[in-house]
């Protein structure tokens, strides 16, 4: 049914990791790469790493292996609503040390993708209710990954047909977006061309952050996240290739970082600062990969990035969340960037892009990540952590119900019987 979205090789789930956003939308679809993982994941030895207990913020967590957010576009139709399919997931998947919710759009212009879920009304606040509920009755620490597209978006999606809004009228290119096309179908487009947001405009929207943050309390949340990374809406405002202000959010790094500063005061202020994450995506090359999303390469991506680092050890966040290059053959993060960002920041980390269990050993020994992130694994495995525990195989990934659709693909994988 979702043939177009969901046979775009490597889309990146946040489209993070999710989209999407939705986080990090998803991270998904697969190359040499993932046949390599299936295949090394069943040989592989526990690792004792992954297993200890870390303080993040108020909670002490069970175990260091994350679910990230993976955008699914599940939710319920009219209104971009959570529902029980998503309670059903998300509680599946519980035995993760920690857990962030795909994406989910802080009002109706942050939309860039059909049925990804909103937390701006009334109906999606209950709806998530059922999410956290369910979550927390398996002993879960869930965070909200607060989400904004941006330019990233179609004229389809936003309200009224207007354009979507961005800090400069600068189109987005070598990206699509996903609209609907009738009743459960869809199919990918080329973004609209964004209009700039006003001063004032901008100030509104820190506000909406500020709300979406009540919004998530209200829903039961332990925190929130902000998305801040792969292109959407806070990285337009860090990059200078997507920010040409020449007001007080524009101009220098400095003024470019003013947005992301501004949000992530407002939300501590509403959640408390030991309850936020922020995360970024400091690529520091790209790829010819087709992707639905992928983020932005600045001309000095260690100075941006550890600059906005510096951001958050001033506010005090709990967590600084990275996600990194994860095509096939993509570069690692150079050491002396890992090194600066723990030198930096005192809060946790985490990491996630195409790692195994070695890996991820490997970088908490090192002292560079306190928690890792597992995307693919974690859609197809919802009972991930036990099988890394007990060295029992993994299910393979069905490419096709990455996005959309039905239980199939999302809720129906079968956990592990010895």
Request: aromatic residues 10%; charged residues 20%; glycine residues 8%.
């Amino acid at each position: 049914m979702l043939e177009a979205y969901n046979q775009k090789k490597n889309i990146y789930v946040s489209l993070n990791e999710a989209p999407l956003g939705s986080s990090e939308l998803v991270d998904p679809c697969f190359s040499t790469y993932d046949i390599e993982y299936f295949r090394y994941a069943g040989k592989q030895m526990t690792h004792s790493e992954l297993f200890k207990t870390t303080q993040l913020g108020p909670y002490t967590l069970k175990n260091r292996i994350v679910l990230p957010p993976l955008t699914r576009s599940r939710s319920s139709q009219p209104g971009n609503i959570a529902n029980d399919l998503m309670a059903t997931y998300y509680r599946q998947r519980s035995g993760a040390g920690f857990m962030v919710t795909e994406g989910t759009q802080i009002e109706p212009r942050g939309q860039g993708y059909a049925w990804t879920p909103g937390i701006h009304s009334p109906e999606q606040i209950q709806g998530w209710r059922k999410v956290t509920d369910a979550v927390h009755a398996e002993g879960g620490v869930i965070f909200a990954q607060l989400w904004h597209v941006g330019r990233v978006s179609h004229t389809s999606l936003q309200p009224g047909g207007e354009a979507p809004v961005a800090p400069s009228a600068i189109r987005a290119d070598n990206v699509k977006v996903f609209i609907e096309t009738g009743p459960g179908t869809g199919t990918l487009a080329d973004p609209s061309t964004p209009r700039a947001l006003s001063t004032e405009e901008v100030k509104e929207l820190v506000e909406l952050y500020a709300q979406a943050a009540r919004n998530a309390l209200e829903a039961g949340f332990d925190g929130v996240e902000l998305h801040c990374a792969n292109g959407y809406l806070v990285n337009q405002f860090i990059s200078a290739h997507t920010n040409q202000r020449d007001d007080e959010y524009g101009g220098s790094l400095q003024n470019r970082l003013c947005f992301l500063r501004e949000i992530t005061l407002a939300v501590a202020g509403v959640v408390g600062k030991e309850r936020v994450g922020v995360r970024f995506a400091p690529l520091f090359a790209t790829t010819d990969e087709d992707r639905v999303y992928l983020g932005l390469v600045e001309e000095d991506p260690h100075q941006t990035y550890i600059e906005a680092v510096k951001i958050l050890e001033e506010v005090g966040i709990a967590y600084l969340s990275l996600a990194e290059a994860d095509w096939e053959n993509a570069p690692e993060l150079p050491e002396t960037f890992r090194e600066a960002v723990r030198q930096i920041f005192s809060g946790k980390i985490i990491c996630a892009g195409k790692y195994t269990t070695e890996r991820a050993s490997r970088v908490i020994k090192a002292g560079w990540a306190d928690l890792i992130a597992f995307g693919r694994p974690f859609i197809a495995n919802p009972d991930l952590p036990a099988r890394i525990a007990n060295n029992w195989p993994l299910n393979p990934l069905d490419p096709s119900s990455m996005y959309g659709g039905t239980d199939k693909g999302y809720t129906d994988y079968p956990t592990y019987t010895p």
